[in-house]
């Protein structure tokens, strides 16, 4: 018999009565009474489970009872009946049960509440828990639905490198990739390393971002995004950075700043809007077990515009703000997370969009203001997390891109396909990368990055 999922039968529920299906999945509980057993069952396709009935006078229920614990993995054939309990419309009256696999006793996710921290220990097997279930989920379909928002206006998908000889942020935050032998590796005659003599015949990193990518492409098919993983070696240990994490980078030819702030908050507001239909089960999971109130404020975040401030402006509202920051606020200097918070979730109360940064503190790559002190940036920061997007329009002026390199330490030379982006058709353009785990815990409410990423690296953790 065909395999049903337990989130169909459950969503085609009273309809089923009657009929017999085949259903496969993990034990999440067993509960034995005299002459029945109840067993909570479930497949991953939905947090709920289905309620499994086992007959004490199934055959060989004496043998296989001790052998259906918390973890086992079993198929179940029987028929669909009417729940005559509260909690579910439907169960299964098992006529058949096959068992896969055991689970031993010392299966650490027994039926009690388990801390995030330990549940990151256990990362293969956290999946299997309610949280862990549902922020899979909420991942997965705002991955689909990133495609579709982005295929739907005919944005063409670039799967842009991740090994690069580029450092697009220019933080010299990379991780190196190589094959030379680190214990003796080659020399020059200065006696720095010969990277000539390495796999790609210089040195090569992972990607911090597939911006400078994204930008060729812009300049040939004018809209474009990528959504892949980056990598970034900063020692940030905080509940909001990641060694690897993924980013999407849409990159628009003919477009400003004002462009990309407009289609960063659509974007926004379609993927948040599509999990408030779709997957509305994970969701009130999180309103109610990790984030109270999450679905009211993110409903609010769909219906109403996102704020616009200028850097300038959201400096003053800090000075005046009559708090005292751990780091002080100063026109110039870059705003810290807890300016991000203060702004996005005390001042606004909402998601806000912020402007104009001064040069000096942004990347290279971005377009200069007239005022020749700030540049054409944008960052969208929102409660509790603070930034979720960064991006800008870029600078298309061959002459001032290549002067600030220079000014930035980077060798022009390095980057001169990406100044041909200038010099053959320069157009104005924009673009910005969305993090994608800080996305998730910005509509989860998960606390800890680590929680929303299945296998998060971090400094000082690659297990897995
Ligand atoms: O602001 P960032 O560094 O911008 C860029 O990389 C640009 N090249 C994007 C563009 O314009 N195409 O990173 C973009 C976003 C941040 O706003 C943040 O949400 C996320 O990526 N991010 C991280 N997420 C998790 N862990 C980290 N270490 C992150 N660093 C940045
Ligand atoms: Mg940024």
């Known amino acids: 018999m065909e395999r049903q999922k337990i989130k169909s039968i459950l969503k085609n529920g009273d309809t089923l009565v009657g009929q017999t299906l085949y259903v496969c999945g993990w034990i999440r509980t067993i509960r034995d009474q005299k002459s029945f057993s109840f067993i909570e069952l479930n497949d991953g396709s939905s947090l709920a489970n289905i309620q499994i009935i086992v007959d004490a006078n199934m055959e060989s229920y004496d043998s296989l009872l001790p052998l259906l614990t918390t973890g086992a ?11 005559p ?31 995030f ?8 097997l956290r999946s299997r828990t309610n949280t862990g279930g549902a922020v899979a989920r909420i991942r997965s379909r705002l991955a689909y639905t990133t ?37 003796n590796p080659p020399r020059t005659d200065t006696k720095e390393i010969d990277y000539s003599q390495d796999f790609f015949g210089k040195a090569a990193y992972l990607t911090v971002s597939g911006q400078l990518n994204g930008e060729a492409y812009a300049t040939a098919f004018s809209d474009i995004y990528t959504f892949g993983p980056t990598f970034r070696a900063e020692n940030s240990h905080t509940s909001r950075h990641l060694a690897e994490f993924w980013m ?18 659509d974007y926004l ?21 990790i984030d109270t109130g999450i679905i009211e404020r993110l409903t609010h975040v769909h219906s109403t515009p996102f704020k616009r401030l200028t850097y300038t402006e959201a400096v003053s509202i800090l000075e005046k703000s009559g708090r005292t920051f751990q780091y002080p606020v100063k026109w110039g200097s870059d705003l810290q997370s807890e300016h991000e918070r203060y702004i996005a979730e005390e001042h606004c109360k909402s998601p806000v969009i912020l402007t104009d940064y001064p040069k000096e503190i942004k ?68 673009g910005f990368g969305v993090g994608f785990e800080r996305l998730v815990q910005f509509v989860t409410g998960m606390e800890n990055i680590r929680d929303v990423n299945a296998f998060p690296r971090s400094p000082g953790n690659c297990e897995f």
């Open 73 to 83: 993995s079993i198929g179940v054939t029987g028929e669909v009946v009417t729940s």
């Open 85 to 115: 309990g509260s909690k579910q419309k439907i169960e299964i009256k098992s006529a058949k049960i096959e068992l896969f696999g055991e689970c031993p006793n010392d299966f650490p996710l027994q039926k009690k509440r388990h801390s």
């Open 117 to 124: 921290e330990f549940l990151r220990t256990i990362a293969h």
């Open 147 to 183: 495609h579709r928002f982005f295929q739907e206006r005919d944005f063409i998908y670039l799967q842009s490198p991740i090994i690069t000889a580029s450092d697009c942020e220019g933080a010299g935050e990379l991780f190196q990739v190589t094959t030379l032998n680190l214990n």
């Open 248 to 265: 999407i980078e849409p990159e628009l030819a003919f477009a400003d700043l004002n462009t990309i702030a407009t289609l960063a908050e």
């Open 269 to 289: 507001k379609e993927v948040i809007g599509d999990l408030l239909t779709h997957c509305i089960e994970d969701m009130q999971f999180f309103n109610q077990f």
């Open 363 to 430: 990347a290279f790559y971005m377009r200069e203001n007239q005022d020749g002190k700030t540049v054409a940036a944008m960052d969208i920061l929102v409660p509790k997390i603070g930034e979720l997007v960064g991006g800008s329009q870029r600078e298309d002026r061959l002459d001032v891109l290549t002067n600030k390199m220079v000014k930035n330490g980077l060798d022009p030379s390095l980057y001169q396909w990406y100044l041909d982006l200038r010099k053959y058709g320069s157009v104005p353009h924009a």
